[in-house]
């Protein structure tokens, strides 16, 4: 399994507070079945947040789309770590996915099962995506999020200090310049 290029430079475990040990691991269409696992364990107010509509599970397809990843028009991984049993277990993932607009910016998604949420896991992804973006030529990230998501809207607010954030009525879009991003996550990068 290929690493990303964070991992190659020895960035890619996470060690969480609770001493959980974790993986940042590139996602591919083996992921799958972690996926679909880490699905059933994230709550239908989590799930709303991040789908904007409760989901307990990803159709086939959408599957597909989140796995069929080049690294270059589309760039993802997941947070991986060991269950009670020692059987592998997704926990995270995310990822960025041009704009047909502009290739200069991207769209991003993070998504933390509930009982990892609040560990630093979405900030470390967010420096993982920011860096990933640097290097790939992508100069803004665009999140766009349903306003009562506050951890994910007070995490761009504390580490992205250059975002900017519009309000349709239905959802918020933040648009986030990766030069401001990077410079205000390097430890995580």
């Known amino acids: ?26 996602l591919s269409p083996a992921s799958k079945p972690l996926i679909v696992t880490a699905m059933t364990r994230l709550s239908l107010e989590s799930s709303r947040r991040r789908f904007f509509t ?14 069929a990843v080049d690294g270059v028009r589309h760039y993802a991984f997941g947070v991986c ?17 041009r704009t047909a607009e502009d290739s200069r910016v991207a769209e991003i998604a993070l998504t933390v099962i509930d009982e990892f949420q609040g560990q630093g896991i979405g900030k470390a992804m ?8 640097l ?34 009525g239905e959802l918020y879009t933040a648009d986030i310049p990766v030069a401001s991003l990077t410079l205000a996550l390097p430890a995580a990068a």
Request: positive net charge; hydrophobic residues 45%; glycine residues 8%.
């Open 135 to 168: 290097v790939r030529g992508v100069h803004r990230l665009r999140a766009l999020i349903v306003p009562d998501n506050a951890p994910v809207l007070g995490l761009l607010r504390r580490y992205a200090p250059g975002a900017r954030f519009t309000y349709d």
């Open 81 to 97: 770590g060991r269950g009670v049993d020692g059987a592998a277990e997704g926990i995270a993932t995310a990822h960025f996915v």
């Open 126 to 133: 967010l420096a993982r995506l920011a860096s990933a973006a």
């Open 54 to 67: 409760p989901r307990v599970q990803l159709s086939e397809r959408e599957l597909d789309l989140l796995t």
């Open 1 to 26: 399994m290929t690493l990303p290029a964070a991992a190659a430079q020895g960035h890619d475990t996470l060690a969480l507070a609770n001493d959980y040990r974790a993986r940042f691991v590139p």
